[in-house]
């Protein structure tokens, strides 16, 4: 069974300052790792994924994430907010063996960004 | 490509009437998923096709719940005799299949409200 546990629930920032949403996943095989961003009312667009490779990945919107196995952490960063990346995040992981791709996501962090 | 869509975007209905949801994917996928999020929560995987065939079904998904997809374009998901705790976001996606993990589109969702 895989699962996935967000660090806060709610994250506030500053325009400019530097953003960092956490995620930890608990899985028995080497996963695939993604972050989705959720805006009100719309469907979940993806930020960013990991599956294989380069363990740094770079996503749409300048953020990027690091996949690090030894601390099972796949940590959401942004060097500068603005004020359009204020949205919901959700981490998610899938296992590459089999069942369809089918993802399991935590329970999301709402990010604020503050003038 | 014109994206997943979803009818209808929103649905009250009374304690034990019968719903049914629509999920049109994109033309090209050949698998189509259903996932429910429930306030405060991230989106839970409920079940699963690849072309009409419905390959995996969560625990989530009572006997109340069916699905289909039955020209493998497509899908509804019929909710049964609903009950208050089926209130929440039916969100959809589509990708293509499997060969590597290929992204999942998803629509704006369908929210149902139970009351």
């Known amino acids: 069974a895989q699962s996935v546990t967000q660090l806060g629930s709610h994250v506030s920032v500053s325009e400019g300052a530097l953003v960092l949403l956490r995620c930890n996943y608990s899985?028995?095989?080497?996963?695939?790792l993604f972050w989705y961003v959720q805006y009100p009312n719309q469907g979940l667009q993806l930020l960013l994924k990991?599956?294989?490779?380069?363990?740094l990945v770079k996503g749409i919107n300048g953020f990027e994430a690091e996949f690090k196995k030894s601390e099972t952490s796949f940590h959401l960063t942004k060097p500068s907010a603005h004020m359009s990346d204020a949205a919901e995040y959700f981490c998610?992981?899938?296992?590459?063996?089999?069942?369809?791709?089918?993802?399991?996501f935590g329970t999301g962090t709402q990010l604020k960004v503050e003038l | 490509d014109t994206g997943v869509s979803q009818n209808p975007r929103h649905k009250i209905t009374k304690r034990g009437q019968n719903v049914t949801f629509r999920c049109d994917p994109i033309?090209?996928?050949?698998?189509l998923y259903w996932y429910r999020q429930t306030l405060g929560q991230g989106p839970e995987f409920l079940t699963y096709?690849?072309?009409?065939?419905?390959?995996?079904k969560s625990r989530l998904l009572s006997d109340r719940f069916s699905a289909e997809r039955p020209k493998g374009s497509f899908s509804t998901l019929e909710i049964q005799r609903t009950e208050q705790g089926d209130s929440a976001m039916y969100l959809c996606?589509?990708?293509?299949?499997?060969?590597?993990?290929?992204?999942?589109?998803f629509g704006p969702g369908t929210r149902l409200t139970v009351t």
């Open positions: 996606a589509s990708s293509q299949a499997a060969g590597g993990f290929y992204e999942q589109y």
């Open positions: 899985s028995s095989v080497p996963p695939y």
């Open positions: 990991y599956t294989t490779g380069a363990t």
């Open positions: 998610a992981v899938s296992d590459p063996t089999g069942g369809g791709n089918k993802l399991t």
């Open positions: 033309s090209e996928h050949n698998r």
């Open positions: 096709f690849q072309n009409e065939a419905q390959l995996e």
